[in-house]
């Protein structure tokens, strides 16, 4: 049998034990790290996920290192979170199979960058359908079927995306669509103990799944001159903020969304924009009648 795997948590070690949690894209980068604190901390988790080969190995990778005395604890299920019968299904599955679900964490999701401009309707839907939609459907099945008559908490993941979201407009649009669901849901539910609250990692969460999406390292390592922390964030560092919220700790947090990216989204942009006078022209004219701004080009609006 395969030793432990060291997870480090700073909760204490049976913070969750009898707790029961759903955790989408448990299998890879930050939804993995999640997973992996849970079950370290006695949860039984169920993840779910598109991708069934991906998910299915990350399972008995975990059940081999995290709870070899306790496989059990871990199940996993194929779940397209679009669907609402997939969802329908995950949700009562993991109520027969645990009895429970106490938490929810909606990770699952999914983009791909491209200009606004070059987005078709079809890839627009897909993004908006998986992270935006496929929350809504996760959270509203999740209520309906348990939380509702038994209390719970649900924790959103959706992105930095505060000064907008320049090539990733369609996962932006999602993201905050999901921030401000949270709090609707935080109100809605709060009567029946019910807390809502979402995490916003920076971009700059290194793991090797996003590094896999983007192609390259690089990325990430330019990024680390405009992170005022100097250096790029990891899985577990989003991973002890979702316990947290999900721990009694949190007992009157709800309608929160928790940046966890070291001041990043207050700071600074690569986003870089070119030179241009394509907007109406600032002039000094109507502050200062002697400048010799009056000959700024005029604007074409
Ligand atoms: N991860 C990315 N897209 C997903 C989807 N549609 N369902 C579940 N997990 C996903």
Redesign the pocket.
């Known amino acids: 049998m395969a030793a432990a795997a060291k997870v480090s948590s700073i909760f204490r070690k049976s913070l969750f034990k009898g707790k029961v949690a759903i955790v989408?894209?448990g299998g890879t980068g930050i939804g993995k790290a999640i997973t992996e604190e849970l079950l370290h901390l006695g949860c039984k988790v169920m993840i779910?996920?598109?991708n069934m080969e991906r998910l299915q190995k990350a399972a008995e990778e975990m059940r081999s290192t995290i709870v070899p005395n306790k496989p059990s604890n871990l199940a996993h299920m194929q779940?397209?979170?679009?669907k609402e019968d997939n969802v329908k299904e995950l949700i009562s599955t993991t109520l027969n199979k645990f009895g429970k679900v106490d938490y929810l964490v909606n990770n699952?999701?999914?983009q791909f960058p491209s200009p606004a401009s070059n987005i078709s309707v079809k890839g627009w839907n897909a993004v908006i359908d998986?992270n935006l939609t496929?929350t809504f459907i996760m959270c509203r099945e999740v209520y309906n079927q348990w939380m509702e008559q038994n209390g719970g908490v649900i924790v959103n993941i959706i992105a930095d995306m505060w000064k907008g979201f320049p090539t990733m407009s369609h996962t932006g649009a999602a993201r905050a669509g999901v921030d401000n669901l949270t709090k609707t849901l935080a109100i809605e539910w709060a009567a029946d103990g019910v807390r809502v609250n979402s995490v916003a990692p920076g971009s700059s969460i290194y793991s090797e799944t996003a590094a896999a999406n983007y192609g390259d390292n690089k990325i990430f390592e330019h990024m680390i001159d405009v992170l005022p922390v100097k250096r790029l964030g990891t899985p577990e560092e989003i991973s002890s903020c979702v316990c947290y919220l999900l721990s009694p700790a949190a007992s009157l947090i709800s309608g929160e969304t928790v940046k966890v990216d070291g001041a990043h989204s207050l700071y600074n942009t690569k986003w870089e924009i070119k030179d241009h006078k394509k907007l109406p022209a600032f002039t000094w004219k109507n502050y200062k009648p002697e400048s010799e701004d009056d000959d700024e080009p005029k604007s074409k609006l």
């Open positions: 989408t894209g779910a996920s598109r779940c397209n979170i679009r699952g999701g999914g998986t496929g």
